[in-house]
């Protein structure tokens, strides 16, 4: 039986591929205020801006390519049983052929309804607009987790970071919770990598190996690292 591989991805992983992180661009997200485009409270007081910007930025994420770094994950599926915590919204893993990509905070290609989370549908263009109504008649929002809202997933990503033979960090700042807490969950003696240009803060970090590069070079070195050993 292959060995378990867990990795916890963020904005990083994709910036090569041309969609900027959150946190190197000042704060601003394509220039708004984060409470603005991604809470409960921003959408409460201007859905149609909220509508575009994920429009915008699903638009860009259709246009743009997997990197080396996506395709590592994949290719590591030949030697582990690999399994992807994504913070990320876009699919660039699953089109880099990663098979098994929980995305903890949502997706820009589903909608969910307004009135029942359970409600989510897949959007196939580019666009949702106020007016979309979901089965029961309500607007349709992007079925991401804003700020301030639960994040369903991390109960599963906790229980399959725990079985964690591997686990690797690629491309977070660390500073989202509870995502960043996710690595708590991996057991001690577990080889941990982080793959970052910058050195994200952790507090306890014992015996982490920190490949202080961009995701598509610290990714070819993290495989090298895992296959010499395999
Ligand atoms: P951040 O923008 O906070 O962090 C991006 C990280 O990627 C930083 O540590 C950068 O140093 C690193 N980085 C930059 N270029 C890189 C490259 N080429 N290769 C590898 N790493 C690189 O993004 P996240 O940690 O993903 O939440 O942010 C977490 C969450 O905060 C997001 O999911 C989003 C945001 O608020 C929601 O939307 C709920």
């Given amino acids: 039986m292959k060995r378990k591989l867990v990795a916890l991805t963020g904005a990083g992983i994709s910036a090569e591929s041309g969609i900027p992180t959150f946190r190197d661009s000042g704060g601003l997200w394509e220039g708004h205020r984060v409470e603005d485009v991604a809470t409960p409270e921003g959408w409460m007081r201007n ?5 575009d910007f994920y ?3 699903r638009k860009r994420a259709r246009e743009v390519e997997p990197n080396r770094g996506h395709y590592v994950f994949a290719e590591l ?16 893993h699953e089109r880099a ?13 589903e909608s969910r309804s ?8 897949s959007i196939e263009g580019w666009e949702l607009k106020v007016g979309d109504l979901c089965e029961k008649g309500f607007q349709l929002r992007p079925n991401i987790v ?5 994040v369903p997933m991390m109960e599963v990503a906790a229980e399959i970071a725990g079985e964690a033979d591997v686990f690797i ?3 977070t700042s660390m500073v989202v919770y509870p995502a960043a807490g996710l690595i708590g969950y991996v057991r001690r ?6 793959v970052d240009p910058n050195k994200p803060q952790l507090s306890d970090a014992p015996d982490i190996q920190f490949i202080t590069e961009k995701a598509s070079t610290g990714m070819e070195k993290v495989k090298k690292i895992l296959i010499a050993d395999y």
């Fill in 47 to 51: 859905p149609g801006l909220v509508l």
């Fill in 169 to 171: 960090v690629a491309g």
């Fill in 97 to 109: 052929g990663s098979s098994k990509v929980i995305h903890l905070h949502g997706s820009l290609f």
């Fill in 55 to 57: 429009n915008q930025r």
């Fill in 114 to 121: 307004t009135m029942d989370e359970l409600l989510v549908y």
């Fill in 77 to 92: 599926e030949e030697y582990f049983d690999v399994t992807i915590v994504t913070q990320n919204v876009d699919n660039l």
């Fill in 189 to 194: 003696e577990v080889p941990k990598f982080i």
């Fill in 146 to 150: 804003w700020f301030g809202e639960m």
